[in-house]
């Protein structure tokens, strides 16, 4: 196997487990505090651990950190986090107004639009061995998001579901920002880029905050809330810096994104597992069809 290939799946990998877990844990906030509330603290929490990251490369490790010194890359920077906080704004928004079963497989296509336009427009080599092996894990994501219900109303139809607009538009932003994000940090200090734009998210999800008026505070017969606001941050964290390494290093957009895109995998497996939630027949064969799926990304040469 190549060496860019193996960066690409070890960074999507650590993007669907950053992602997937960060998820597993705001299942037990979102219902206590709310979706931006923890949206929110997550994010601060989130700043601060990669802000730590930074300064132990820094002393440590004696990483020699060059800030950006032209307006446009600062501009960039601002542009990708606000577009990340829009994504997460439209997602929540869409999915408190419908219901998340119907709404969630739509979203979950956003990895295979990035790894279609990748390919078309920005050229990245691909052969049909790899092209094939994107398709499945991209099927094997759709399977793992789908609920089967959906097929049994009479006149289906995605654009009728209540939610639909906010996550076909959080669906395009969140493809666009991977695709750009991909294309801006390849070979630059994907660190310091990471920080910056992590911190500008944060700061914009905490204007949306401050806009809609929402109360951060949280009382304390709630304390036990906190630690989960802490891991919810610590892995998003974790999430955006296997992403923007991969990204940095390789070319290989589309293997990241699908691989990262499909964070449902190891958040199903864990709310099975400790919260004793069920697992549907389709659900444990899109777990299957994704393994699979890696599986032959593996075999690649």
């Known amino acids: 196997m190549e060496n860019s290939l193996l ?3 070890l960074a999507g990998l650590g993007g669907m487990l950053g992602w997937g877990l960060a998820d597993f844990f705001a299942k037990k906030t979102i219902d206590e505090i709310g979706d931006i509330a923890s949206l929110a603290w997550a994010h601060i929490f989130g700043t601060l651990a990669l802000f730590l990251v930074v300064a132990h490369n820094i002393i440590f490790f004696e990483r020699k950190i060059v800030m950006p010194s032209d307006t446009y890359t600062w501009i960039i920077l601002i542009f990708f986090g606000v577009l990340q906080a829009a994504v997460y704004f439209f997602l929540y928004r869409g999915f408190g107004k419908g219901q998340v079963s119907l709404l969630s497989p739509i979203f979950a296509s956003f990895a295979g639009i990035t790894a279609i336009m990748s390919i078309v427009f920005f050229g990245e080599a691909v052969n049909m061995f790899l092209i094939f092996a994107l398709i499945v894990i991209f099927c094997g994501n759709l399977l793992i998001n789908i609920d089967p219900q959906i097929f049994k109303t009479k006149r289906f139809a995605f654009t ?5 607009k906010e996550i ?5 932003l969140a493809a666009l920002w991977t695709l750009l994000w991909g294309k801006f940090v ?5 660190l310091l880029y990471a920080l910056f734009m992590y911190g500008f998210m944060t700061l914009a999800i905490l204007m949306l905050v401050k806009l809609q008026k929402i109360n951060l505070s949280i009382s304390i017969s709630k304390s036990s809330i906190w630690k989960f606001l802490v891991f919810i941050g610590l892995f998003e964290v974790m999430a955006y810096l296997a992403v923007s390494f991969g990204y940095s290093a390789t070319s290989r957009i589309s293997v990241i994104a699908l691989l990262s895109g499909a964070f449902s995998l190891p958040l199903i497996i864990l709310a099975r597992i400790f919260l004793k939630e069920k697992v549907l027949p389709i659900q444990r064969m899109g777990s299957i069809v994704i393994i699979l ?3 032959l990304l593996a075999l690649l040469k």
Do not use: C, Y
């Open 168 to 172: 076909a538009l959080a669906t395009l």
């Open 293 to 295: 799926g890696i599986m």
């Open 160 to 164: 009728k579901i209540t939610g639909f």
């Open 186 to 190: 390849n070979s630059q200090d994907w």
């Open 7 to 9: 960066i690409a799946i």
